[in-house]
């Protein structure tokens, strides 16, 4: 079985500053990790994912995110944060290949204040 | 990249009517396709998996008798709200997969009055 937790329901930032969402993953086989973001009312944009390969992953939007198998861990940052940026952010799980549906986390409310 | 699209983007019916949501990739076929409903602030829950030409599977809690899935084709995929009621509003959200990669659906308001 796999699960996902975020920790952290809502973060808070200045604009300009550093972004930084957690989350830590479970899985019983090697994982392949996304990070979606949701604007209200709308469906999810994917922002970046981790298959294989380098564990260093570049999104959109300036976003990226490390594997971190030791930590079982795929935390989005971005340098500096933007008025824009403020929206709901989703971590999911799938299992290789994504074969099957998408576990995802409980979801973290990012703020930016001005 | 690969295009999903649901329709009707929101929908608002009468307690006691169905409201059928439908789900279709656009550029590519999928074989398979997965339904997840999202209440309001809550993170999406997978309500099922709908292979093409074969019965959908559901998860523990969904009542399929409730909540009609057909895959008729490679290309689209239609959930049924049957006897709406209220605590079926919701955000419903449809995903369609090929060999490499999900893509997500815009998802669709319901509304039960």
């Known amino acids: 079985a796999q699960s996902v937790t975020q920790l952290g329901s809502h973060v808070s930032v200045s604009e300009g500053a550093l972004v930084l969402l957690r989350c830590n993953y479970s899985?019983?086989?090697?994982?392949?990790l996304f990070w979606y973001v949701q604007y209200p009312n709308q469906g999810l944009q994917l922002l970046l994912k981790y298959t294989t390969g380098a564990t260093l992953v570049k999104g959109i939007n300036g976003f990226e995110a490390e594997f971190k198998k030791s930590e079982t861990s795929f935390h989005l940052t971005k340098p500096s944060a933007h008025m824009s940026d403020a929206a709901e952010y989703f971590c999911?799980?799938?299992?290789?290949?994504?074969?099957?549906?998408?576990?995802f986390g409980s979801g973290t409310r990012l703020q930016v204040q001005p | 990249g690969a295009v999903v699209s649901q329709h009707p983007s929101r929908v608002i019916c009468k307690s006691g009517t169905s409201v059928k949501i439908e789900c279709r990739s656009l550029?590519?076929?999928?074989?398979?396709m997965f339904w997840y409903r999202q209440f309001p602030k809550q993170s999406l829950m997978l309500m099922a998996t709908?292979?093409?030409?074969?019965?959908?599977?559901?998860e523990q809690g969904v009542e399929k008798d409730k909540f009609l899935i057909n895959h008729a084709s490679l290309t689209l995929s239609t959930l049924t709200v049957t006897s709406a009621h209220p605590e079926d509003s919701s955000f419903y959200i449809c995903?369609?997969?090929?060999?490499?990669?999900?893509?997500f659906g815009p998802g669709t308001r319901l509304t039960v009055t």
């Open positions: 709908s292979n093409e030409g074969s019965k959908a599977t559901y």
């Open positions: 999911a799980v799938s299992d290789q290949g994504g074969r099957r549906a998408l576990t």
């Open positions: 550029d590519f076929q999928a074989t398979t």
């Open positions: 995903s369609a997969r090929n060999p490499y990669e999900q893509y």
């Open positions: 899985s019983s086989v090697p994982p392949y």
